[in-house]
């Protein structure tokens, strides 16, 4: 049981590059969700999933693009990356239908745009 | 979604207890509670939640006081390894947009 799972770990792009990050999770958790977190601030949402075909936005949505089309996977794209998306990028995951599941989040992904 | 305020940052000696508070002022009655930690870079950490009632777990207690209006997280015997950032967040019930503040960063002395 590896929980949630992230690659890369670490990435640097340059302006103007797409990627996609990838977030994957083996506890048939249907929640899952995308945060950036800057240097020295807390987590903002970016978008979030409550199954497979359903996909909301979060706090910061713009500039990243999400799918869900299975329940293990949830993948952020950037399609034009800027150097104001640098950060360090998490995905969490939680039982839905009930508000005693807490999220799992992943280690990270840490992105640098040039 | 109930907005959530904190202290910047705490100190508190080793082996004493760490009581960090959350103002929810605008919580609802089907808001939980939920704390989380995050030690240096890692991902955040549960660690415990509550919508009414006080809560313990092996990691800490929860108080919530009866207006729902602010909570407490106890860690009854801090150690060096507590030391981190502490997020306060609310969650309506049925609703999965979890939003974190900027939490308290939490340092525990030797």
């Known amino acids: 049981n590896a929980g949630v799972t992230q690659t890369p770990k670490f990435q640097v792009l340059k302006t103007g590059q797409s990627m996609t990050l990838q977030c994957a999770q083996d506890?048939?958790?249907?929640?899952m969700s995308w945060y950036r977190q800057d240097p020295g601030m807390g987590l903002r949402l970016i978008h979030y999933?409550?199954?497979?075909?359903?996909?909301d936005q979060g706090e910061v949505p713009n500039g990243y693009n999400v799918s869900r089309s299975t329940t293990e996977d949830f993948p952020l794209r950037l399609l034009s990356a800027a150097p104001s998306q640098t950060s360090v990028y998490f995905c969490?995951?939680?039982?839905?239908?009930?508000?005693?599941?807490?999220?799992?989040f992943g280690n990270g992904t840490r992105l640098t745009v040039t | 979604d109930a907005k959530t305020t904190q202290p910047t940052s705490m100190d508190c000696a080793e082996g004493r207890a760490a009581n960090l508070p959350c103002n929810h002022s605008t919580i609802s009655g089907n808001e939980y509670v939920y704390w989380y930690r995050q030690i240096h870079s890692q991902g955040p950490q549960y660690i415990i939640h509550?919508?009414?009632n006080n809560e313990t777990n092996e990691m800490a207690s929860l108080i919530i006081t009866e207006d729902r209006k602010s909570s407490t997280l106890i860690l009854p015997h801090a150690t060096l390894r507590d030391t981190a950032v502490y997020y306060c967040i609310g969650l309506f019930s049925g609703t999965y947009k979890y939003i974190f503040g900027t939490g308290t960063r939490l340092k525990v002395l030797a």
């Open positions: 509550g919508l009414k």
């Open positions: 969490a995951s939680s039982y839905k239908g009930t508000p005693n599941s807490p999220l799992h």
């Open positions: 506890m048939n958790h249907e929640y």
């Open positions: 999933s409550v199954g497979a075909g359903i996909t």
